[in-house]
């Protein structure tokens, strides 16, 4: 992908797709989650490999152990066959083949991990204070620490001897990977109210990354440079009240060969091919998730639980599953032939082509996001419960 297109054509296509924004009114709704159906023949779609309780450390209350609305998206991250993972608690851990490597505690709730170098050398976390650190993978000695402004609700972006961070307080950060030394800073439109959380910042090409924010747009910058290439509103407000008009963009966008997917908050999942350039269209579901794909269907989970698949190239609805409502789902991810969702339960629902639940399998704790590596699934729980699945 080309530096000249991001700067020309993609901005035309996420114009025109803005112009066609979708109104949505679930948000704000408090409903009593679905009940589970039981399935009556499952069919084993993954096995589990690997389990560990992460140690939480003293950085949070016995209260805060526990309370819903201090939950974050903790994200494990694994470079050559060692583990890294963070605890709400503020240690970071790592484990190879099972067995435990070294543990580092950063006497701060941990509210950004964890991010890795390309080069597997090393780890970055944010803390609840606006502290950035970084560790050495293979030892876990701090090799430099930098204090912030404010804190940061998603995993860093390594881009080359750049790390990239989107702060609560709307400036995205680029700091030296060397040193932590903050390189360069680029403000954001703050929203006076906004979703908690944001989505992870995304590579687009060489020259590009894609940061989501809660002013409802996309902003593309030069990692290097912080240079702003564009910016262009993907979530539109649609209401009167400061929580109607809500628009944040927190799902990570999807970049799929030629063609990007971008979820909003408001009611807007929009496509467009970016090789051409042409809007293709916007679909109706509020979501702060990042979508996946699987075959030609493009799905996405809702604010309010609903699982929807549509047609990856004209955004027709294909189906939808209604029986997870809300349930606060994680991001859909494709698991060879199915789709795997998770909820504030530790269930992990496994979906087939069609939408039908056909299996389940349990962890401990909420689940706020899935990952998968080759063949395998990892979750991580708000409880510290890092799980490792095969398909």
């Not at 030892?139 to 881009?159: F, N, R």
Request: charged content about 20%; hydrophobic content about 40%; proline content about 3%.
């Amino acid at each position: 992908m080309h530096a000249r297109f991001t700067k020309t054509v993609l901005v035309c296509a996420l114009g025109a797709i803005a112009l066609t924004g979708c109104a949505t009114g679930i948000k704000g709704e408090d409903k009593k989650p679905a009940k589970l159906i039981k399935i009556d023949a499952p069919i084993g779609v993954l096995s589990p490999i690997f389990q560990a309780s992460l140690e939480q450390g003293r950085s949070l209350s016995k209260g805060e152990r526990v309370s819903k609305k201090d939950i974050v998206d903790l994200q494990v991250s694994e470079v050559d066959d060692v583990l890294v993972a963070a605890s709400r608690g503020g240690i970071v851990s790592a484990m190879k083949e099972g067995r435990p490597l070294w543990s580092a505690d950063l006497k701060d709730a941990i509210t950004s991990g964890v991010a890795t170098s390309k080069a597997g050398k090393v780890a970055v976390i944010g803390t609840r204070s606006g502290k950035v650190v970084a560790l050495d993978i293979a030892t876990g000695a701090s090799l430099w620490e930098v204090s912030l402004p404010t804190s940061s609700q998603t995993p860093a972006l390594i881009s080359d001897d750049r790390v990239l961070l989107s702060a609560n307080n709307g400036i995205i950060y680029g700091l030296d990977l060397r040193t932590g030394r903050v390189v360069w800073q680029f403000g954001t439109q703050q929203a006076d109210i906004s979703v908690r959380g944001a989505a992870k910042p995304l590579h687009l090409d060489g020259q590009t990354a894609l940061f989501g924010m809660a002013d409802g747009r996309i902003h593309a910058i030069n990692p290097a440079t912080g240079s702003p290439l564009w910016a262009r509103r993907v979530g539109l407000p649609t209401g009167g009240s400061a929580v109607e008009r809500m628009s944040d963009v927190d799902g990570t966008p999807l970049v799929v060969g030629q063609y990007l997917y971008v979820t909003s908050f408001s009611g807007q999942l929009v496509g467009f091919d970016m090789s051409t350039g042409r809007a293709m269209f916007a679909a109706k579901i509020a979501s702060t998730k990042s979508p996946t794909i699987l075959g030609d269907a493009l799905i996405t989970t809702g604010v309010n639980g609903d699982v929807k698949a549509f047609n990856r190239l004209t955004g027709e609805e294909l189906w939808l599953n209604e029986e997870l409502k809300n349930r606060k789902l994680t991001n859909p991810i494709a698991v060879g032939n199915h789709v795997a969702v998770g909820d504030y339960e530790g269930v992990i629902h496994l979906l087939d082509a069609t939408g039908n639940i056909v299996d389940r399998v349990q962890t401990k704790g909420e689940l706020t996001s899935l990952q998968v590596v080759g063949n395998r699934l990892y979750t991580q729980s708000a409880t510290g419960v890092v799980s490792i699945w095969q398909f």
